[in-house]
C-alpha cells in the first residue's frame, strides 16, 4: 500500500454461443437418434448470474430425456438438471454462473454419448465491490450523490474482487469533471496485488486536487495463469474536493 497523488487535469498513465451436431445418425442397433442443440442468449455475462439455455431437438423424437452437465473451469463435468423436452422439442434449464464454464446437453444423460450431445460455454466477468472513507460529509450534483473531502485530507479506495484472485491485479482509477466536455482527465494508476482476502487498500493525497470533482473506481485484470473470469471495471464512486 502507497500514497497516490490525485491532481488537476490528470491525464492517462497508466452473441450467442451455440453447438450442435449434425442431423440424426443411427446407431450400430440401427436406431435413429435425433438432433440436439443447446444455445444461450449470452457469451458472456456478469458474475452470479442465472443464465438461462434453450435446448432444442426433434420435437417427434421418441426420447425426450436430457440431461445437463455443467464443468466450471478447473473442475470436472456434473450433472447439474434433467428433464423432457417439451411438445415443440424444447426444453428451458438455467445455471448459476460464476466463472467460466463448459456446459454440455447429452440425450439419455450419458456423458459419455459422442452422438447427439452439444456443447457451449460461458463466460463470467468477476465481481468488483468499492468504497472510499475520508470524506467529511456527503452532497447531491445534479442528482448524484458525492462525498465531499478536504484538501487536506487523505481519500482511502477499499475494493474487493469476487471470486478470491489473491495476487492478482487492482487498479485504481479515477476521471476528473469538465464542465465542457464531461468526464475525462482518466488517470490509471497501476497494479497492486490483491490480498489473501481479495483486498485492496489504496490511499490517495488529495492537496492538489482542491476545487473540482472527481469519480474513482478499481479495475480487476486477471493473471496469466487465472482464465475462470474475465476482467471487469467496479462501479464508479463519486467525490468533490471543496475549496
Known amino acids: 500500500m502507497h500514497l497516490r497523488l490525485i491532481a488537476l487535469g490528470c491525464t492517462l498513465t497508466g452473441a450467442l454461443g451455440f ?9 450400430a442397433d440401427g436406431v435413429v437418434r435425433p438432433e440436439v442443440s443447446i444455445s444461450a442468449p449470452v457469451t458472456d455475462t456478469a458474475y452470479g448470474s442465472r443464465v438461462k439455455f ?32 417439451n411438445a415443440q422439442g424444447k426444453w428451458y434449464p438455467t445455471y448459476l454462473i460464476t466463472r467460466k464454464t463448459a456446459f454440455t446437453v447429452v440425450l439419455d444423460g450419458r456423458a459419455d454419448t459422442a452422438l447427439n450431445s452439444a456443447r457451449i460455454t460461458v463466460s463470467t466477468y468477476a465481481r468488483v465491490a468499492n468504497r472510499i472513507t475520508g470524506y467529511a460529509k456527503t452532497t447531491t450534483i445534479s442528482g448524484v450523490s458525492y462525498d465531499v473531502f478536504r484538501g487536506n485530507s487523505t481519500l482511502t479506495l477499499y475494493s474487493t474482487v469476487t471470486p478470491g484472485k489473491h495476487g492478482e491485479c487492482l487498479e485504481p482509477e479515477t476521471e476528473q469533471y469538465d464542465s465542457a466536455t464531461g468526464w475525462d482527465a482518466d488517470t490509471k494508476y497501476g497494479c497492486d496485488a490483491l490480498d489473501s482476502a481479495s483486498h485492496d487498500t489504496a490511499p490517495f493525497s488529495l492537496n492538489l ?32 474536493v471543496a475549496k
Open 54 to 85: 434453450t435446448v432444442t431437438m426433434d420435437p417427434a423424437a421418441t426420447n425426450r430425456r436430457v440431461t445437463l452437465y455443467a464443468a466450471p473451469y478447473g473442475g470436472q463435468p456434473q450433472a447439474v438438471a434433467t428433464g423432457d423436452v
Open 209 to 240: 486536487a482542491v476545487g473540482d470533482r472527481y469519480r474513482i473506481r478499481g479495475d480487476y485484470l486477471h493473471g496469466a495463469n487465472d482464465l475462470a473470469n474475465l476482467n471487469e471495471q467496479g462501479p464508479w464512486v463519486y467525490f468533490v
Open 19 to 27: 453447438l450442435a451436431l449434425p442431423p440424426a445418425a443411427a446407431r
